[in-house]
T-cell receptor
Framework: GENVEQHPSTLSVQEGDSAVIKCTYSDSASNYFPWYKQELGKGPQLIIDIRSNVGEKKDQRIAVTLNKTAKHFSLHITETQPEDSAVYFCAAIPAGRRALTFGSGTRLQVQP | AAGVIQSPRHLIKEKRETATLKCYPIPRHDTVYWYQQGPGQDPQFLISFYEKMQSDKGSIPDRFSAQQFSDYHSELNMSSLELGDSALYFC????????????FGPGTRLTVT
């Protein structure tokens, strides 16, 4: 089955700096890669996703890049703000499945 | 915009009891997914339904069952509860069965004592 690895497990940045979270996946047939933000006591919130036929996607301060050859994808947050502090999960949908396999999560802390 | 609704938000049960969790998907969404999230862990897929039929199955224990009703809401039934079942249970919904663009509800926190 699909295995998604996520790094780092914790990340602390100063307000205004950029943050990068990386994920690798094992199933070369996976073709959909979303990112979720989870605040304490809340459900995961879909913040951006990318499909395998696209190499990069941006939405204001967040962007996702995908390297299908290397089987990794990354989340980039620019001009970080304290409200960006949360746990971020990457995910993938394995071939033949319709459910998400999540990475282990990254706790991002933005210091004001 | 309307979101996924889950009830109850908190539930306390004793070992060997049963529990029923309910999920109301975003209007017009036809697919529902259930995930379990332990403390400090990532969500683990349990089961999903598309148009009232089971669509995919993950690591759902045999003690658990679920269904989707004609109004697209779904219920997760949990029997013979164990201490290890204590977790957050999330429901997500999407339009279409390919698993993309899943939107999660606020979750039900189940505590088994």
């Amino acid at each position: 089955g699909e295995n998604v690895e996520q790094h780092p497990s914790t990340l602390s940045v100063q307000e205004g700096d950029s943050a990068v979270i990386k994920c690798t996946y094992s199933d070369s047939a996976s073709n959909y890669f979303p990112w979720y933000k989870q605040e304490l006591g809340k459900g995961p919130q879909l913040i951006i996703d990318i499909r395998s036929n696209v190499g990069e996607k941006k939405d204001q301060r967040i962007a996702v890049t995908l390297n299908k050859t290397a089987k990794h994808f990354s989340l980039h947050i620019t001009e970080t703000q304290p409200e960006d502090s949360a746990v971020y999960f990457c995910a993938a949908i394995p071939a033949g499945r319709r459910a998400l396999t999540f990475g282990s999560g990254t706790r991002l802390q933005v210091q004001p | 915009a309307a979101g996924v609704i889950q009830s109850p938000r908190h539930l306390i049960k004793e070992k060997r009891e049963t529990a029923t969790l309910k999920c109301y998907p975003i209007p017009r969404h036809d697919t529902v997914y259930w995930y379990q999230q332990g403390p400090g862990q990532d969500p683990q897929f349990l089961i999903s339904f598309y148009e009232k039929m089971q669509s995919d199955k993950g690591s759902i224990p045999d003690r658990f069952s679920a269904q989707q009703f004609s109004d697209y809401h779904s219920e997760l039934n949990m029997s013979s509860l164990e201490l290890g079942d204590s977790a957050l249970y999330f429901c997500a919904s999407s339009l279409g069965r390919d698993g993309r663009e899943q939107y999660f509800g606020p979750g039900t926190r189940l505590t088994v004592t």
